[in-house]
């Protein structure tokens, strides 16, 4: 290859050998444009110099399910040009980031050091050609495969943790690290340990379930184009219009709407026009339903009509599904309400990540015309004063909470603590907190439901489900709470057992609820509203009875509430290890615990400290069968 001066000095020989005839009388024109063209000639051939022969085109990339344009989907970068603003919010939400190469700049974990689980032990290392993996061989049987290094190509989620993906070696077919990086606490946790299962000694790869299971919520227009028989998956040439939930996700294919707006005159006109191009999707102009539906595509429990028919299943295994923007999302799909752990015995959903299965049903929904959009919205407002990443966090209006209900039921905004029955400004008085309680459990935290409804003695006694009174009074009961609803609106009182009537809600849960009410009242211990109502001088016992919870997602809840109890110790507890450590937590926090002396028989205290014997008696009880929550 020749030298880059050699190159320059050719391009400048050729451009002075330019003939001067061709720009007529004017030589100083001439020059000029000799100049010019011997100018933009060296400044390509030494950007093309310095480039070298550049990356892959993304199709040719092995190892990992890459990113091409079909069916009409263009990608996001088509509409920055015409839409910078828009663009740009979308570049800071976590939608985007759901799914991305893994580089020096999105993988978010220590990549240094090792991690252990199960008795096998996973070396991580970050080195200038990415992030790798020494582990033993995914594919062989247990004890049977030697070591092998793999590179780590994808990672899924930036907000509140991140896991990442390795190849395997078998096409386009995506292991899993069975870690995850908490990215607020910057630590690494067993994947078991970060959702709620029960204890599990398996390490689990995952093998394919990238393009099996997360291609349907964690990119947009993904198409497995699995190799699957009978048998299992033989292999994946997956493919996707972009990795994360992009512009198309929500808007529909592009390609045919940025064709169009190529022509100035046309975009132009349109400046003087409110509705959209008939060419894209605005979810803001479809009815409250398809609106609503372009969120619930991921945000949605179904069951899938192809899954009973062979020849549409293979189809979706190849060409993924077939909903767009502004479709019918049930056409193809039936909304599941019951049936598994992953709903409450009435059906309404008690997972994150699902909240379409809960709107729906609302009367706010069924009746009105809520949608997502009335509370978020999934582009930050220009005279937004919030910083990007505060918006980011939940994407929600700048007047969201009591404002998204007051616009359908003003008359409550004049006095809203003569129907609160709660101070003004108190948490009691927000409208969320008493209709969209913290009910649903995911990523290690309580989340608000999306089930529109008022406090119900009569559906927590049928389901178990805490209701907003009981979540935020930890320290009263479910007779307590009866008693309030039935002075201030008239509500039944239904026929509550001597417990239901003397021993707080929060307790009862707690000690004899299933895994489920036992990590929602983890965090609720944790929860400031629930602080302020409840006191947190009884807590303890509480806190360290789920510190040694069998449910490691429980343990490291309560870890996380623990944290924030005054006089709490900060240092690091040993809790997904030996029992030995769990135990030893757990007698830490019972040795600080400093009665008041005054008996309070709801929580179990007396004068002298905590009944033990009643605590034992409903911890005897608990519900042990097993929870498994996918979120």
């Known amino acids: 290859m020749p030298s880059l001066p050699t190159v320059v000095g050719s391009l400048v020989a050729l451009a002075g050998a330019l003939p001067l005839a061709r720009f ?21 051939a030494a950007a093309f110099w310095q480039r070298g022969p550049g990356p892959l085109p993304e199709a040719a990339v092995a190892g990992r399910p890459v990113e091409v344009a079909a069916d009409g989907y263009t990608g996001s970068a088509s509409c920055r040009a015409c839409h910078p603003r828009e663009h740009s919010t979308w570049r800071a939400s976590y939608h985007r980031s759901m799914t991305q190469r893994a580089t020096q700049e999105t993988v978010l974990a220590d990549f240094s050091g090792t991690l252990e689980c199960a008795g096998q032990k996973f070396a991580l290392e970050r080195r200038d050609d990415g992030f790798w993996i020494e582990l033993a061989d995914p594919v062989a049987a247990p004890g049977q495969g030697q070591r092998v290094r793999r590179k780590v190509v994808t990672t899924t989620g930036s907000h509140q943790m991140q896991v990442y993906w390795y190849e395997t070696g078998y096409e ?14 910057r630590r690494w946790l067993p994947r078991a340990s970060a959702f709620l299962l029960p204890h599990d000694d398996a390490i689990q790869h995952q093998l394919g379930d990238w393009s099996l299971i997360c291609i349907k919520c964690h990119a947009t227009h993904g198409r497995p184009r699995l190799d699957w028989d009978n048998t299992g998956m033989h292999g994946a040439d997956t493919q996707v219009a972009e990795f994360g939930i992009a512009c198309e996700a929500c808007h529909g294919p592009g390609e045919r709407h940025a064709a169009e707006q190529r022509n100035p005159l046309r975009r ?74 992953q709903f409450w015995s009435d059906g309404l959903i008690r997972v994150a990540g699902r909240e379409y299965n809960a709107l729906v049903g609302s009367g706010c929904f069924d009746r009105g015309e809520m949608s997502c959009l009335s509370c978020h919205t ?16 939940d994407q929600l209006r700048p007047d969201s909470g009591d404002a998204s209900c007051l616009q359908c039921h003003p008359k409550f905004a004049a006095d809203p603590a003569a129907h609160s029955h709660h101070a003004a400004d108190s948490p009691g008085s927000r409208c969320m907190n008493c209709h969209m309680p913290h009910t649903t459990y995911g990523l290690l935290k309580g989340v608000r439901t999306h ?21 935020c009074h930890l320290d009263r009961s479910l007779g307590w709470t009866a008693d309030a609803l039935q002075r201030w609106y008239g509500t039944p009182v239904p026929e509550l057992s001597r417990e239901q009537r003397d021993v707080a809600a929060g307790v009862l849960w707690t000690l004899r609820g299933d895994a489920a009410q036992r990590a929602l009242m983890a965090w609720s211990f944790g929860w400031a509203p629930a602080q302020q109502a409840a006191g947190t001088d009884w807590f303890a016992p509480y806190v360290a009875e789920l510190l040694v919870d069998p449910y490691e997602a429980v343990r490291v809840i309560a870890e996380r509430s623990l944290r924030t109890l005054p006089g709490a110790a900060q240092a690091p507890r040993d809790l997904l290890g030996a029992a030995e450590g769990r ?49």
Request: hydrophobic share 40%.
């Open 24 to 44: 007529g009388r004017r030589p100083v024109a001439a020059i000029a444009a000799a100049l010019c063209a011997t100018a933009a000639m060296v400044t390509l």
């Open 172 to 185: 386009r077919v995506l292991g899993l690290l069975p870690f995850v990086w908490q990215v607020a606490e």
């Open 268 to 341: 132009y006109l349109q400046h003087f026009d409110t509705a959209t191009a008939p060419s894209i999707v605005d979810p803001s102009q479809l009815d409250h339903v398809r609106s609503t539906q372009v969120c619930g595509q991921c945000h949605g429990n179904f069951e899938y009509h192809f899954t009973r028919a062979e020849p549409r299943l293979q189809e979706w295994f190849q060409r993924g599904f077939t909903y767009r923007p502004g479709d019918d999302l049930l056409a193809d799909r039936t909304l599941k309400s019951k049936g598994d752990e």
């Open 378 to 393: 999934l582009h930050q407002a220009a005279d937004d004063p919030r910083p990007q990443k505060e918006w980011a966090d």
């Open 451 to 471: 089930r529109v409804a008022s406090p119900s003695v009569p559906s927590s006694l049928a389901t178990g489900r805490p209701n907003a009174c009981n979540q």
């Open 583 to 631: 135990e030893r937590a757990k007698a830490e926090v019972l040795a600080g615990f400093r009665p008041q002396g005054v008996a309070r028989p709801e929580v179990l205290l007396t004068t002298t400290g905590l009944d033990q014997a009643a605590f034992d008696a409903l911890l005897a009880r608990r519900d042990r069968r097993p929870v498994r929550l996918f979120e």
